[in-house]
């Protein structure tokens, strides 16, 4: 069974600077993977996706790679604000399934 | 506007109720979702609809039963709560790119479930 994993679980950064949140799953055999942003008391917002075939994708001041063969993708996030803390998740879709990760709650301090 | 919409925001209920949770999503995809975000924050899927056939169904209890009478639409009922019920409740909706598998998915806002 699949198994999704983010480490650090929360991560507290000074502003401006640039951060690497992780994602790591067991099961390489993936269709693809998405990162989302959660506020507190919202639902979920999609970041970025990424298809199994894919090696990164990028939006504006985020990057997320993918490395099946190791099971890992990076969400990177250059020069962070105040307006960027929220919980991050990833999610692996293996076709018809999904599972998520248990996120990674971000404070970025002015 | 709203690309996926849930009502109701809140339900505030007592033991034994049964209560419905509404989801519209108006971006003309064929798959939607009924999630379950616990006390820790885990996501996990329940139900899965593609072209309101019955795709994934995890181990709930079958006091959960969704209802798809378009595609558009996917309600989730629920019968006699009881507390272990309390959570938020997240809609969502992909399109698929072939025969279940798909693409990137758009949330609903919640629903957050109180059972007394």
């Known amino acids: 069974k699949q198994e999704v994993t983010q480490i650090p679980a929360a991560l507290s950064v000074p502003e401006g600077e640039n951060l690497v949140l992780n994602c790591s799953f067991t099961?390489?055999?993936?269709?693809?993977l998405q990162w989302f942003r959660q506020d507190p008391g919202k639902g979920l917002t999609s970041l970025l996706l990424?298809?199994?075939?894919?090696r990164e994708q990028t939006s504006g001041r985020l990057n997320a790679s993918l490395d099946k063969s190791s099971g890992r993708s990076t969400l990177y996030i250059a020069a962070s604000q105040p307006g960027d803390s929220a919980t991050y998740l990833c999610?692996?879709?293996?076709?018809?399934?999904?599972?998520f990760g248990t996120g990674t709650s971000l404070t970025v301090i002015p | 506007d709203t690309a996926v919409s849930q009502t109701p925001k809140y339900l505030v209920t007592q033991m034994g109720n049964d209560k419905s949770i509404k989801c519209e999503q108006n971006?003309?995809?064929?798959?939607m979702y009924w999630y379950k975000q616990d006390s820790k924050k885990f996501l996990k899927i329940m139900f899965s609809?593609?072209?309101?056939?019955?795709?994934i169904n995890e181990t709930v209890p079958n006091r959960f039963s969704p209802k798809s009478p378009d595609k558009a639409h996917l309600n989730l009922h629920i019968n006699s709560l009881e507390l272990g019920d309390s959570a938020v409740y997240f809609c969502?909706?992909?399109?698929?790119?072939?025969?279940?598998?798909?693409?990137?998915?758009?949330f609903g806002p919640g629903t957050r479930l109180t059972v007394l």
């Open positions: 971006l003309g995809h064929d798959t």
């Open positions: 990424i298809q199994s075939s894919q």
């Open positions: 999610a692996v879709s293996t076709g018809n399934q999904f599972y």
């Open positions: 609809y593609n072209n309101k056939e019955l795709i």
């Open positions: 099961d390489s055999a993936i269709y693809n």
């Open positions: 969502a909706s992909s399109q698929a790119d072939r025969r279940y598998s798909y693409n990137e998915q758009f």
